[in-house]
Every structure is written in structure tokens, then in C-alpha cells.
């Protein structure tokens, strides 16, 4: 189970409103590469895990993404706070104002709804950990492409933060891997 | 429209103390995940998670509970705003 604890990962802080950054920034709440598609993606993997250090990998770094969307819904709110009306409409954010308000949603940077498609189990630890290092690699560059549009020094900070979690996650899961083989390995001898 | 908020300075200031600690215990622990063995990563994470217990207690007993598990006395001080996407994080970080 989940306890919520009442702090941010990281510190999340803007310069001023930039409805267009928020809009391209929400991507990495609800988009392909996003932080909800990688944290369903690793909880649902659990259950077919043979080894308790993938177990526990995939719980505490599916756990970790969950607060990673925390961050970014947290980027996307304060971006939009004291926004004009004319910078929404500029940055075509209003169709989302209409819809949603100012709460963050489950789309991508073109406004296209989550999709379970977007992720997979396959009931198999080394096919399912094979997609999770592509999924942290496919993080690392979204972040790195949202820091390259970003001009906000303050939001490039936390967008850093992030991109640093997706290195680091790419290397347990790598760990993870190594450990899954060898056991596999280690199983012939029985 | 702007409705971010500020806590006061000091506790912003253990908020943030609170959110360093416990990132170094994330970090770690993730770590002996795949390192199961390493005596000297299991010390790190025993000297920070024993830090980090005595930093949520001392901001409990000041500003009320940190998760719905930890303890209120007066009135029910968890619902207290502001909520974590709402503070500016502009007072205490330094």
C-alpha cells in the first residue's frame, strides 16, 4: 500500500506564468514517455517477478514515479497561475482550460488522452525489464528536449532533477537485469 | 488567480531538510536493492534513515502530521494548507 507523505520529491518553483511551457511540459504526466504511463507500467510488472531484488525495484521505482507526477502536475499548475487570458489562448492552451481548468490531465503535448496502449507487461521479468530501460531512455530525452524549449531557469532546475532519476533508474534496472540472468543461469545447475 | 502559498520561514527550512534526508533514504535504499550486501551503503542508509525519523518527529511535534499516520493534538492539523504543489519553496531552501 501507498502512505502519502506531505512533501514534494523535489522542490518545484517557476519564474512567472509560461502557459506554453506547461503545455508542452504535460507530456510528462499523461504523454507516451510520461511518469504515469512508467509508473503503471512497473507496478503491474510485479507479479511475474522471480526474484525478490526485481520485486523490490519495480515497487520502490513504480513508487518513485508516482511522485515524479506529483512534480510535473506541480510545474503545470504554478505554470498556469497568473497566466493571462491571452497568453492561454497564445499558447493554445484553452481547449484545456475548458476541460480541465487549471488541474493537470492525463494527455500529451498535443492534448491526446493516456492510453494503456502506451505501456506492456509481458508476464516475462527480462522481456518486461528489456521495455523498462527503454522507457527510462525515452524519459531521459523527453526531459532533456523540454530543457533545451525551456527558458525558466527555476523550472530547468526540477526538469534536471528528473532527467537525473531516469539515469539513475536505467542503471537499477541494468542491475536488475544482471541479477535476473545470472539467477537464470545459476537454475540449470539444480 | 495566484494562489501560491508560503509556510513560515523555519518551516520551510525543516520541510526542506526533511526533503533531502529523505531523497538520500530513496536513493540509497534503491541502490541496496540491487546491492543487497553492501555494508558500507547499509551504513549510509541506517545513519540517514535514523536522521530522517528524528527530523519528521521534531516537525510533527511543532506543525502537525507529516502523513495521516502522525499525531495531532488540538484539532486535526493534517487537512493545514499549504499542500505540497502549492508552496513556493522561495524561504527555506537556501
Known amino acids: 500500500m501507498w502512505v502519502y507523505e506531505k512533501k514534494l520529491e523535489y522542490p518545484v518553483r ?9 503545455k508542452t511540459i504535460i507530456t510528462q504526466y499523461g504523454g507516451p514517455d510520461g511518469e504515469l504511463a512508467a509508473s503503471l507500467r512497473y507496478l503491474t510488472q510485479r507479479y511475474a517477478a522471480p526474484i525478490n531484488e526485481a520485486k523490490a525495484t519495480l515497487t520502490d521505482i513504480g513508487t518513485e514515479e508516482l511522485a515524479h507526477m506529483e512534480i ?28 480541465h481548468g487549471c488541474n493537470p490531465f492525463y494527455v500529451n503535448g498535443s492534448g491526446d488522452s ?46 534536471k532533477f528528473l532527467r537525473e532519476r531516469e539515469v539513475v533508474h536505467f542503471q537499477r534496472f541494468g542491475e536488475t537485469l544482471r541479477i535476473t540472468q545470472e539467477w537464470k543461469e545459476r537454475k540449470k545447475f539444480f | 488567480m495566484n494562489t501560491l502559498n508560503n509556510y513560515p520561514v523555519a518551516q520551510e527550512q525543516m520541510l526542506y531538510q526533511i526533503m533531502k534526508t529523505e531523497f538520500a533514504v530513496i536513493d540509497t535504499s534503491l541502490y541496496l536493492n540491487t546491492h543487497p550486501d553492501d555494508q558500507i551503503a547499509l551504513m549510509n542508509h541506517r545513519a540517514l534513515s535514523q536522521r530522517l525519523s528524528l527530523l519528521i518527529d521534531q516537525y510533527e511535534r511543532l506543525y502537525g502530521p507529516f502523513t495521516p499516520k502522525g499525531q495531532s493534538r488540538y484539532c486535526w492539523e493534517f487537512v493545514n494548507s499549504p499542500w505540497p504543489w502549492e508552496i513556493s519553496y522561495q524561504g527555506g531552501m537556501k
Open chain 1, 72 to 99: 510535473v502536475g506541480a510545474i503545470f499548475w504554478k505554470l498556469i497561475q497568473g497566466a493571462t487570458k491571452e497568453q492561454i489562448m497564445e499558447a493554445g492552451l484553452d481547449p484545456h482550460y475548458v476541460d
Open chain 1, 14 to 22: 517557476v519564474s512567472g506564468p509560461d502557459p506554453k511551457l506547461a
Open chain 1, 114 to 159: 493516456w492510453d494503456a496502449k502506451y505501456i506492456q507487461t509481458k508476464g516475462d521479468i527480462i522481456v518486461d525489464l528489456y521495455e523498462d530501460l527503454a522507457a527510462e531512455e525515452k524519459a531521459r530525452i523527453t526531459y532533456e528536449r523540454l530543457i533545451q524549449l525551456s527558458d525558466d531557469p527555476l523550472v530547468n532546475d526540477t526538469l
